[in-house]
T-cell receptor, first 115, second 113 residues
Framework: NAGVMQNPRHLVRRRGQEARLRCSPMKGHSHVYWYRQLPEEGLKFMVYLQKENIIDESGMPKERFSAEFPKEGPSILRIQQVVRGDSAAYFC?????????????FGPGTRLTVT | SQKIEQNSEALNIQEGKTATLTCNYTNYSPAYLQWYRQDPGRGPVFLLLIRENEKEKRKERLKVTFDTTLKQSLFHITASQPADSATYLCAPPVTNSNYQLIWGAGTKLIIKP
């Protein structure tokens, strides 16, 4: 019973390149959250998706960032034309229901470094 | 605006003692609050959820309290062990959102043998 998987674990990109972060939720979970974390700071909500739908993307910058959760396959967080300020740890979490009163299961994160 | 405050200084506790961590919230009244543990380089792991009508909740050596008058939640670890060393995060929901939690920066707990 695998947990939430994220890949790659570490990603280095030069300024201007694209970064693609993947998240496979736990089996049976159809709700996915993406978070960003800077050192010594709390998690910042970015986007909440259900299968094939973006439910809440209010925490995600409108430019350069996009997310999807297709019917088949992992959820993808895509950052176009990366800048140094995008360097951070990106976590995804899944839950069996969408309610905030149920626990979220987190992946190990992808650490993005922009050089 | 809604704010969550956790003690930013690391908490050093002797093994076997009780560790108490604080989560204060301002400018709103969440209906519940979650606590997570995060180890370096890893994602958070859920520990406990407490609702506003629950004064206290326990799970093994863990105990969480929720004081809506003081706008504070306390997280206790009794009989602490070095393996309890980690950063502990509190996360209540954002008001008027069904999908967003607001996360504290966490308190780093160090249990000394």
């Amino acid at each position: 019973n695998a947990g939430v998987m994220q890949n790659p674990r570490h990603l280095v990109r030069r300024r201007g390149q694209e970064a693609r972060l993947r998240c496979s939720p736990m089996k049976g979970h159809s709700h996915v959250y993406w978070y960003r974390q800077l050192p010594e700071e709390g998690l910042k909500f970015m986007v909440y998706l259900q299968k094939e739908n973006i439910i809440d993307e209010s925490g995600m910058p409108k430019e350069r960032f996009s997310a999807e959760f297709p019917k088949e396959g992992p959820s993808i967080l895509r950052i176009q034309q990366v800048v140094r300020g995008d360097s951070a740890a990106y976590f995804c979490a899944s839950s069996p229901t969408g309610g905030l009163d149920s626990e979220q299961y987190f992946g190990p994160g992808t650490r993005l470094t922009v050089t | 605006s809604q704010k969550i405050e956790q003690n930013s200084e690391a908490l050093n506790i002797q093994e076997g003692k009780t560790a108490t961590l604080t989560c204060n919230y301002t400018n709103y009244s969440p209906a519940y609050l979650q606590w997570y543990r995060q180890d370096p380089g890893r994602g958070p792991v859920f520990l406990l959820l407490i609702r506003e009508n629950e004064k206290e909740k326990r799970k093994e050596r863990l105990k969480v309290t929720f004081d809506t008058t003081l706008k504070q939640s306390l997280f206790h670890i009794t009989a602490s062990q070095p393996a309890d060393s980690a950063t502990y995060l509190c996360a209540p929901p954002v008001t008027n959102s069904n999908y967003q939690l607001i996360w504290g920066a966490g308190t780093k707990l160090i249990i000394k043998p």
